[in-house]
């Protein structure tokens, strides 16, 4: 989902997106930037002992399989903690009351909005953790950027906030950058992220990698022809991917299955990070995603719980941080559904007993 630099640049880039047939949607701003949340210090005495990692998430094929070697299919939602870190803990333990089963979370690198801290990111964690919820984290600063030094930046930011990673691999997983790549360029999103791959196993992340399709994450032909490739940059063949689905790649039932069925029949485990039910380009049969993911065991997280803005208001799933008035076009079908979460989601079996 894209994000503004400033309320009138964002405006300008959504029109300019809603003039193009042959790119994807471009996505809705939200209001001005807050602080990113923060916890007390670590404890200094601890500070310099090394975290272990743990059992966690790892890929076989086109699943996903938890740190028990159970079968995680993801259904929730997206949270842009990034502009509204006042409010997350009121929307976590609303999204929580949904019964999902996990949260992507917006993070920010400072490359547009405020960095986010290993403390900050703890604590998030440990929020999601509380809520028997898995955490996917995501940098959104660059989004819609075909730069692969914007797509290093971010790694580096993770590399730099590992520790928050690191001992966290059974409940988190790393979804690198957000829509990286506005273009249609699938040579160019395989060298940047075949690049940065190895240089975060390198660090000492073993957290399961999540990468978003090009095109700001609809362009999912780039997985088709070039996911295995991406995959097999991964040293600990830990990396799945993720399709975004508005009014391009979700438009209509060929559109979505071309897009996931993509990835899966080269074997490869892919979820739907983010989707609305309509979009600046146009409808989304949100339907027919739910219900195909619902039948090829296929995880997705709904964009977004709130604080969208620009006119773009309509992909609110509630109209309170608390989630007590799902909007009825939305947030009453993504959670009350007959394909919806309470209908089919199922908690990661590492938060039982």
């Not at 000492?204 to 996911?227: L, P, R, S």
């Not at 996931?260 to 039910?277: D, H, N, P, R, S």
């Not at 146009?282 to 296929?298: A, K, L």
């Not at 993504?334 to 394909?339: A, I, P, T």
Request: with cysteine; charged share 25%.
């Amino acid at each position: 989902m894209k994000r503004p630099l400033s309320l009138l640049f964002a405006a300008a880039v959504l029109l300019a997106g809603c003039g193009s047939s042959d790119s994807s949607s471009e996505k809705p701003a939200e209001t001005t930037a807050q602080s990113s949340a923060q916890s007390a210090p670590a404890d200094s005495s601890q500070a310099d002992t090394p975290k272990e990692s743990v059992a966690g998430f790892r890929v076989e094929g086109t699943r996903l399989l938890d740190a028990n070697g159970n079968e995680f299919i993801m259904r929730g939602v997206n949270h842009a903690h990034s502009w509204y870190a006042s409010s997350d803990y009121a929307a976590l333990e609303g999204i929580d009351a949904t019964e999902a089963n996990a949260v992507r979370i917006v993070l920010a690198d400072g490359e547009q909005w405020t960095r986010d801290t290993v403390d900050g990111i703890n604590k998030l964690v440990k929020i999601c953790k509380d809520f028997e919820m898995v955490a996917v984290l995501e940098v959104h600063d660059a989004t819609g950027r075909d730069s692969i030094d914007d797509l290093q930046k971010a790694a580096d930011f993770w590399i730099e906030v590992k520790d928050a990673l690191i001992g966290n691999e059974d409940t988190v997983i790393l979804n690198i950058a957000n829509e990286w790549i506005g273009g249609w360029k699938t040579d160019t999103w395989e060298e940047g992220y075949t690049t940065v791959i190895p240089k975060l196993r390198e660090a000492g992340i073993k957290n399961t990698i999540m990468v978003d399709a090009a095109g700001w994450g609809q362009y999912a032909k780039c997985i088709e022809e070039k996911g295995m490739e991406v995959f097999d940059s991964d040293p600990d063949k830990n990396t799945m991917f993720s399709v975004h689905m508005y009014g391009t790649a979700g438009k209509n039932e060929k559109s979505i299955k071309t897009a996931l069925e993509g990835a899966t029949k080269q074997g490869l485990c892919i979820c739907v990070g983010e989707f609305g039910y309509k979009h600046s380009d146009g409808d989304v049969d949100e339907g027919f995603i739910m219900d195909y993911c619902d039948e090829n065991s296929i995880g997705w997280l709904g964009w977004s719980w709130k604080g969208n803005g620009q006119g773009v208001e309509y992909l609110d799933l509630t109209l309170d941080w608390a989630g007590t008035k799902l909007t009825e076009e939305w947030g009453q079908v993504l959670v009350n559904g007959e394909k919806g979460i309470k209908a089919t989601s199922k908690k990661c079996s590492v938060f039982a007993g």
